[in-house]
């Protein structure tokens, strides 16, 4: 049995409508055999009360009345004469009757003029079923070409029907994941508004459970904070100390594991604080000025690796967001590129624009990511099949729901085409306007 609703309801109106459609032709030709069946009955009739006050050649076909209906008038004369079958008509009263003559069946009426001689009127019953069928069968055919009409028509009210419900489904995967603002009732139809409940309910829950679940981490980050940094703080204070080689080498390995712990809580609260929403209004960024700020905190650690970093291009220009969001995306990136650069490496960074686009590009001179992992690098906690020493697999997953947030699309692409590889990630947001670094008024959207 189909599982499709609508292939459900299409074959349940289609065996409604053929099944009507087959009884009521059935009774439409019944009907109409038996009224063409009457009316040459009629015309027999007629034939007769003209024939009453005249007379015709023996076994002449009537002519002028319908050459197919093949009308016989047979004289009978004064008294019972000629072969058995006349002499048999002599012997039925007047009016209509089915005999046999010459072998086949045949519809009679017998009168008897006032003169006392008979006629008869004769017409073979196979030809009056011929034509009685054929003009039943021509009465079948409108309900022949309606049918096809109704299987139309229902196709047509069950695809209209199940619209809603099809626009409602589209909806929903257009649905950003973290939004769970309940259904519209209005335009829908009634029977879909208890199924309608229970998705708004099963969102209400769900959206309780996230809600409980990002407080829970942002919270468990919140209070870890103090101790992390006390640890830190600690670990600091013993490096003017004199310590064995041993304990030096234990004490590097506790601040490596106080750094990762301090930069996953970090992390943690970046991701709470972005699945929540954004925490202020969105207003004009500067992202060239942005990104030039962020760079130049990383030179610093870039310096230590001997990594060149630098800008390719950049021009001004602006995007439209909260501007902790789009530095937490820009930073993340940037982190990335450096942390995995090896030493002597290059990261190069692009800002511009693209028709109506901010572009911000990063190009590194690291081992990219595996072709089996591309498609999951976005995913919480995945750190791929080569893991940095530090990474915890959050950065990406957290600029990809920033990007989502801001209406844009990122890219991360491996480097084969002839230059040392590494890793290009392109970030494409909505862009406002071309500004002028001078200028600090008001921006308008382009």
Not at 21 to 34: E, P, Q, R, S, V
Not at 388 to 414: P, T, Y
Not at 416 to 438: E, F, I, N, Q, W
């Amino acid at each position: 049995m189909t599982k499709s609703l609508r292939a459900r309801l299409f074959v349940g109106l289609t065996a409604v409508i053929l099944l009507a459609g087959c009884i009521g032709g059935a009774f439409t030709y019944l009907w109409a055999f038996d009224e063409a069946i009457e009316m040459q009955d009629s015309t027999l009739i007629q034939i007769g009360s003209l024939l009453q006050n005249g007379s015709v050649k023996s076994d002449q076909s009537l002519g002028g009345v319908d050459a197919d209906a093949e009308f016989d008038v047979t004289e009978l004369g004064m008294a019972p004469h000629g072969s058995a079958e006349e002499r048999l008509l002599w012997s039925h009263q007047d009016g209509l009757h089915v005999v046999s003559r010459i072998g086949q069946s045949v519809r009679v009426l017998l009168r008897t003029r006032p003169d006392g001689s008979r006629f008869a009127v004769t017409q073979l019953t196979d030809v009056r079923d011929d034509i009685a069928s054929s003009m039943a069968i021509r009465t079948l055919l409108p309900i022949a070409a309606l049918i096809p009409c109704l299987l139309l028509v229902a196709a047509l009210v069950v695809a209209g029907s199940l619209r809603p419900m099809v626009r409602l489904a589209g909806d929903l995967d257009l649905r950003h994941a973290v939004d769970m603002t309940p259904l519209p009732l209005a335009d829908t139809p009634s029977e879909l508004h208890p199924f309608i409940a229970s998705i708004n309910g099963l969102l209400e829950r769900m959206k309780l459970m996230m809600d409980q679940q990002r407080r829970f981490v942002a919270d468990a980050a919140h209070e870890l904070r103090t101790p992390i940094t006390a640890l830190s703080l600690q670990a600091e204070n013993l490096d003017p100390a004199d310590l064995p080689e041993q304990a030096r080498e234990r004490l590097g390995a506790l601040k490596q594991g106080i750094r990762r712990s301090k930069h996953l809580l970090e992390q943690l609260l970046a991701l709470a604080r972005h699945e929540a929403g954004p925490n202020g209004e969105a207003t004009v960024v500067p992202l060239d000025r942005t990104v030039k700020d962020l760079v130049a905190d990383l030179v610093p650690e870039a310096a230590r690796k001997g990594i060149d970093l630098g800008f390719q291009l950049i021009e001004p220009i602006a995007i439209k967001g909260e501007p902790m969001m789009v530095a937490t995306m820009v930073r993340n990136l940037l982190d990335n590129a450096v942390r995995f650069t090896p030493q002597g490496g290059r990261v190069d960074i692009g800002v511009y624009r693209e028709g109506k686009e901010a572009v911000v590009q990063i190009e590194d001179t690291g081992p990219g990511i595996p072709s089996g992992d591309i498609d999951r690098i976005f995913e919480p906690f995945f750190r791929g099949s080569r893991p940095a020493e530090d990474g915890i697999g959050l950065g990406l997953s957290i600029v990809k729901r920033i990007v989502d947030r801001l209406g844009g699309i990122i890219v991360l692409e491996n480097i084969s085409d002839g230059r040392p590889k590494g890793l290009r990630a392109t970030v494409r947001l909505p862009a406002m306007y071309r500004s002028d670094p001078r200028e600090e008024s008001p921006l308008s959207i382009s």
